[in-house]
């Protein structure tokens, strides 16, 4: 699996969008974008994922550059309940493949 | 809504005692997968298995051993815990071979070996 790098942590108001960026440079050309998050004392939750164009669902929407060597999750209207570590992982969707969970990103959402 | 329940919330077992962790799935998934979490490691991956019966070993599978008898449950061993065994442990599961990464997790054990 490529390897992704995410900032540390970001801050986010309350009700403003929240940006969480993610660099995959090594991304293969039949691996996935996916993003996960983990509240705090619960298991990680599938958010979305994508190989080349953007998607969006009730949760987020997924950018995806052109080059594929970087992405974006974006949560139009953050909320105190999106607070959480945001992981994204590139992988492939189908054989045998497993998931390689990173540090992710503590995305803190004010008042 | 896809539902992964593990056994326990929390767990104390003692130091070489035979601990059995059990996930069950309601969704009809064919893959399931155990993994650990430790602060600073991260999630990392124990077992996972593509079908009834069958197993495969993830990054760390030393010290455990798991079994997959029907679809919907597949069970964790610890054959005599250790006390670097005190983790959470995470369930997941996945529809099938063609929608691997979009994985469901249960709500995790804390198990604590004394």
């Known amino acids: 699996d490529a390897k992704t790098t995410q900032p540390t942590s970001m801050d986010c108001a309350e009700g403003r969008a929240a940006n969480l960026p993610c660099n995959h440079s090594t991304i293969s050309g039949n691996e996935y974008v996916y993003w996960y998050r983990q509240i705090h004392s619960q298991g990680p939750q599938y958010i979305i994922h994508?190989?080349?164009n953007n998607e969006t669902n009730e949760m987020a929407s997924l950018i995806i550059t052109e080059d594929r060597k970087s992405s974006t999750l974006i949560l139009p209207h953050a909320t105190l309940r999106d607070t959480a570590v945001y992981y994204c992982i590139a992988a492939l969707n189908s054989g045998y493949s497993t998931l390689t969970f990173g540090k992710g990103t503590m995305l803190l959402v004010s008042p | 809504d896809v539902k992964v329940t593990q056994s326990s919330r929390y767990l104390v077992k003692r130091t070489g005692e035979k601990v059995f962790l059990e996930c069950v799935q309601d969704m009809d998934h064919e893959n399931m997968f155990w993994y650990r979490q430790d602060p600073g490691l991260g999630l990392r991956l124990i077992y996972f298995?593509?079908?009834?019966?069958?197993?495969e070993k993830g990054d760390i599978p030393e010290g455990y051993s798991v079994s997959r008898e029907k679809k919907e449950r597949f069970s964790l061993i610890l054959e005599s815990a250790s006390t670097n065994q005190t983790s959470m442990y995470l369930c997941a599961s996945s529809k099938g071979l063609t929608d691997t990464g979009e994985q469901y997790f249960g709500p995790g054990t804390r198990l604590t070996v004394t």
């Open positions: 994508g190989l080349k």
């Open positions: 298995s593509y079908d009834v019966k069958m197993k």
